[in-house]
């Protein structure tokens, strides 16, 4: 899903594919937690001890059903390092300040020379993911693991946190009376019209001017615009046929439009109120259909799909692999390099609850999108109800912490 156009503090719990996290509720039996760290608001990375990773660790203790499937964080691990190692070694991927915390454990980036900073190198994200592999079947019962064979860099200021979705899309192969909306595939002249102009035409144009009209680019057809127009958000879904089949949509271009929110722009004309979550924006969008092209168009950004393999997992990531729900998070790759492993938290709008779970653990930066810059981060929730709820409701602030293997020359970091 090359781009997506849309578009952690606290608790703990094990981000796993396909599994809701547990919280589990104190009771006077039960020891008080250890203390989360305060948030961290200026910007700069802080190396964290090995008693401040281990107290972090400590967390895990209380609740070992979390534990139970670590390993299950294989799956994702394994997209990384397909990622990584293609990459030569020695090749910069991130670029620190040059502190004298991360002088004495990263070195100066040797392929720019007139750089000033502490490198992240692809061979190092190597070491550490084939590190974490390598653990993952013990972490169950030995999880102090993780600060103990791993440096702990936090990143601030803390990230925005949001989510995105694998939609399930009612569709037809063809035009009938109910599935009458168009989703196209990338016109062949979208990447020359860029490069000329800059961008192609905007959403205006091609849902109300119908400029694409009639020339054969129709991969499928929807009964609701809004729905068309979420499943560009989210980058990629699911086709749902009349006969029962589905089919795997993905990301295939964009017309280099501004990404503009549309429920942010609705609130500012007194549509909505906050919180601004797509439930609202849904709700709204459907108790005024005359008014739903307009508004619609007020996001110029448009984006084309190309039909994925029958028999295809999931959704692709922008490093071409498959996503893995609750693990996988979209980046600014200039921040958070897609391969890199880190360590978040974060409070999750729970549907089953109708609270917020704790998301706490691993996380794998394998995405990218358009409207994801700077330190904001997408969770990638997999398909369903539960999904569709976190995603629409994720909005708050988060813990990161990127993980690296320690080695000779890292050994005088924790101490």
Not at 129 to 135: F, K, N, V, W
Not at 248 to 277: C, F, H, V
Request: proline share 9%; with cysteine.
């Amino acid at each position: 899903m090359l781009a997506r156009c849309c578009c952690l503090l606290l608790l703990l719990l094990l981000a796993l594919p396909g599994c809701s996290p547990r919280h589990t509720v104190p009771d006077a039996t039960t020891p008080a937690l250890p203390p989360l760290p305060p948030p961290m608001e200026e910007e700069g990375v802080d190396v964290l001890s090995e008693p401040e990773a281990l107290t972090l660790i400590e967390r895990l203790k209380y609740d070992p059903g979390t534990l139970e499937d670590w390993t299950q964080a294989s799956f994702a691990a394994d997209q990384s390092f397909r990622h990584v190692r293609r990459r030569p070694r020695s090749k910069t991927a991130l670029l620190l300040p040059d502190t004298p915390e991360l002088a004495a454990i990263l070195p100066a980036p040797s392929d720019m020379p007139v750089a000033t900073g502490r490198a992240v190198t692809y061979g190092h994200m190597t070491r550490t993911l084939e590190r974490l592999q390598q653990l993952l079947p013990s972490l169950r019962a030995h999880p102090e693991l993780l600060a103990t064979e791993f440096i702990w860099l936090r990143s601030g200021p803390d990230y925005t946190f949001t989510g995105y979705y694998e939609p399930l899309l009612a569709a037809s192969p063809v035009r009938t009376e109910r599935f009458r909306y168009p989703l196209y595939k990338r016109p062949p002249e979208l990447r020359r019209t860029i490069a000329r102009r800059g961008h192609y035409y905007s959403r205006k144009d091609i849902d109300q001017r119908g400029v694409l009209r009639g020339r054969g680019l129709e991969l499928a057809w929807a009964e609701n615009p809004v729905d068309i127009f979420i499943l560009q958000v989210q980058g990629s879904g699911r086709l749902l046929y009349p006969d029962g089949s589905r089919r795997s949509i993905l990301y295939d271009g964009q017309n280099r439009r501004a990404y503009k929110a549309i429920g942010r722009l609705m609130k500012e004309q007194g549509l909505i109120e906050d919180p601004i979550t797509m439930p609202a924006i849904r709700q709204w969008l459907a108790e005024h259909p005359k008014e739903t092209p307009d508004i619609l168009a007020l996001n110029p950004s448009y984006v084309f799909f190309r039909l994925g393999k029958k028999d295809s997992r999931g959704p692709l990531g922008s490093m071409g692999y498959v996503l893995t729900p609750n693990l996988s998070v979209a980046t600014d790759t200039t921040v958070l390099p897609s391969g890199l492993t880190a360590f978040m938290s974060v409070l999750v709008p729970d549907l089953k609850s109708g609270e917020e779970r704790a998301l706490y653990g691993l996380m794998f930066p394998q995405d990218r999108g358009g409207a994801i810059h700077g330190h904001r981060i997408d969770v990638f929730f997999g398909n369903g109800a539960q999904a569709e709820y976190a995603a629409g409701r994720l909005n708050t602030q988060g813990m990161v912490v990127i993980l690296l293997a320690r080695d000779h020359r890292t050994q005088r970091a924790a101490n």
